[in-house]
């Protein structure tokens, strides 16, 4: 591992200003949830692809591990800064309700196709992260500005490890221009999925005593929006999602208002 949560500085964090951050406090949490649950992940990918025993190993020794390091170091930034937050609880919340969302059925039909949309995954996070880093350096919290990047190389180095696989498969399933932009785009369509809503129901319904209603979930995600105009890297993601597609650079160049038109109807 390129770096180990153990060795950041928590004790160091400014608390009391971080935790003000309500809006912060949903995100972080909620992507402490999405990231500790990669086991399940790692299980269905694994048989998924078991006809491909470096990839599992990878999958296992390497993918695994650095998702559950990301999970746990968000975990430990929650506690620390949010200590009074029933962590445990409200997880367990999450795992309920999210783990029959986690089948083989949310596959794609062929491997190539669903290493593609493993790399619209590792879009999606890359420039999460990269988008948290750029927040917290606003705030003035290096701690948390240093996970997040360290986070963010990570989800990187994933996708081009899925990239390199997707060109193993590809070599022989030939993947036309018009199915990889469909596959890319359906993917790109559950980036906003369950996973999201049921983390941030699972930690509402552990601060209140209210039953949720999913309006508090659409005011979260406006919170959301402004968040990704001001601090989201869109010219990183569209030239990771375009990759695949091997447009020549004029192509490449022309395809970017169009990418970015359709990022912004898709809310991302
Ligand atoms: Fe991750
Ligand atoms: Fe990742």
Request: aromatic share 14%; with cysteine.
């Amino acid at each position: 591992m390129r770096w180990h949560y153990e060795e950041i500085d928590y004790q160091h964090i400014d608390k009391a200003r971080v935790a003000r951050q309500d809006f912060l406090f949903y995100l972080i949490t909620s992507a402490s949830f999405i990231e500790i649950t990669s086991d399940v992940y790692e299980k269905n990918l694994a048989t998924f692809y078991q006809d491909n025993p470096k990839v599992v190993e990878w999958l296992q020794k390497v993918w695994e591990p650095e998702e559950l390091q990301h999970g746990k170091a968000l975990k430990k930034y929650v506690q620390t800064v949010w200590s009074d937050f029933d962590w445990e609880g409200a997880y367990e919340r999450f795992r309920k309700e999210y783990l029959p969302h986690c089948t083989l059925d949310e596959f794609q039909p062929t491997k190539a196709k669903e290493m593609l949309a493993r790399m619209v995954v590792e879009t999606g996070t890359s420039t999460f992260y990269r988008a948290v880093e750029r927040f917290s350096q606003e705030l003035n919290e290096p701690i948390l500005a240093q996970i997040a990047h360290n986070i963010s190389k990570d989800e990187i180095y994933h996708y081009d490890k899925f990239y390199e696989a997707y060109e193993y498969y590809n070599a022989t399933e030939k993947l036309g221009k018009n199915e990889i932009v469909k596959v890319i785009y359906e993917r790109l369509k559950m980036v906003d999925g369950e996973d999201a809503r049921i983390a941030y129901k699972a930690i509402y319904e552990t601060l209140h005593d209210t039953p949720f209603e999913d309006r508090y979930y659409e005011e979260h995600k406006k919170g959301v929006s402004k968040f990704a105009k001001k601090y989201y890297p869109y010219n990183m993601a569209i030239k990771m999602l375009l990759k695949p597609l091997n447009l020549n650079k004029t192509v490449e160049k022309a395809s970017v208002p169009i990418i970015r038109g359709a990022l912004k109807v898709l809310g991302i």
